[in-house]
C-alpha cells in the first residue's frame, strides 16, 4: 500500500507524518535534523543562499567589532538574517511550486514573483540599516 491510500502503517520513514505524535526530545532531535537538512539543501541547490551566507559571514562579525551600540550591533546582525530566512522560504514557495509542475501558470509566476519581490525587500531593508548605522556611526 502507498502513502495516501489510507493506511498510516504504509507511511514511508522519511515521511514527516511519521512524527506526529512524537514528544519530547525525539521531537526535538527530528526537528533539529530536519532543520539542518533545510540548511543543506538551500546550501546545495541555491547560488543566491550561497552567496548571502558568505555575505552574512563577512557582515556578521563586522558588527561584533564596530563601535556601535548594542542595540544597532543586533539590529545589524537581525536584518542580515532576515536576508537568509526570507531567502529560506522563498525557496520553500519555489520548490513547492516546482514539485507540482513545471509547467508556466500564472498563479505559479505571481507566487514566485511575490517571494523574489519579499527577498529584494529584505534585502533594500538590510542595505538600509546597514547604510543609517554606518554613517551615523562614521560620518555624522
Same mark, same amino acid.
Given at each position: 500500500?502507498?502513502? &495516501?491510500?489510507g @493506511?498510516e $502503517?504504509?507511511?514511508?520513514?522519511?515521511?514527516? *507524518?511519521?512524527?506526529? $505524535?512524537?514528544? &519530547?526530545?525525539?521531537?526535538?532531535?527530528?526537528a =533539529?535534523r530536519?532543520?539542518?537538512? &533545510? =540548511? #543543506?539543501?538551500?546550501? @546545495?541547490?541555491?547560488?543566491? =543562499? *550561497?552567496q548571502?551566507?558568505?555575505l #552574512?559571514a563577512?557582515?556578521?562579525?563586522? %558588527?561584533l567589532?564596530?563601535?556601535?551600540? +548594542?542595540?544597532e550591533r543586533?539590529? /545589524?546582525? %537581525?536584518v542580515?538574517?532576515?536576508?537568509?530566512?526570507?531567502?529560506?522560504?522563498?525557496?520553500?514557495?519555489?520548490?513547492?511550486i516546482?514539485?507540482?509542475?513545471?509547467?508556466?501558470?500564472p498563479?505559479?509566476? *505571481? #507566487?514566485?514573483?511575490l &517571494?523574489?519581490?519579499?527577498?529584494? /525587500?529584505? +534585502?533594500? /531593508?538590510?542595505? $538600509?540599516?546597514?547604510?543609517?548605522?554606518?554613517? %551615523?556611526t =562614521?560620518? @555624522?
Open positions: 500500500m502507498t502513502i &495516501g491510500q @493506511h $502503517g504504509a507511511l514511508a520513514s522519511g515521511d514527516s *507524518r511519521t512524527l506526529k $505524535g512524537k514528544r &519530547g526530545m525525539l521531537r526535538i532531535a527530528n =533539529f530536519y532543520s539542518v537538512d &533545510g =540548511f #543543506a539543501a538551500a546550501w @546545495h541547490h541555491e547560488d543566491a =543562499f *550561497r548571502e551566507v558568505i #552574512a563577512v557582515m556578521a562579525p563586522t %558588527a567589532f564596530l563601535p556601535v551600540t +548594542l542595540v543586533i539590529l /545589524l546582525i %537581525a542580515v538574517m532576515l536576508v537568509l530566512i526570507v531567502e529560506i522560504l522563498n525557496t520553500a514557495v519555489e520548490v513547492a516546482d514539485r507540482q509542475s513545471f509547467e508556466i501558470n498563479l505559479a509566476k *505571481r #507566487a514566485k514573483d &517571494g523574489s519581490a519579499a527577498v529584494m /525587500l529584505s +534585502l533594500i /531593508l538590510a542595505g $538600509g540599516v546597514w547604510a543609517s548605522i554606518l554613517w %551615523a =562614521f560620518v @555624522h
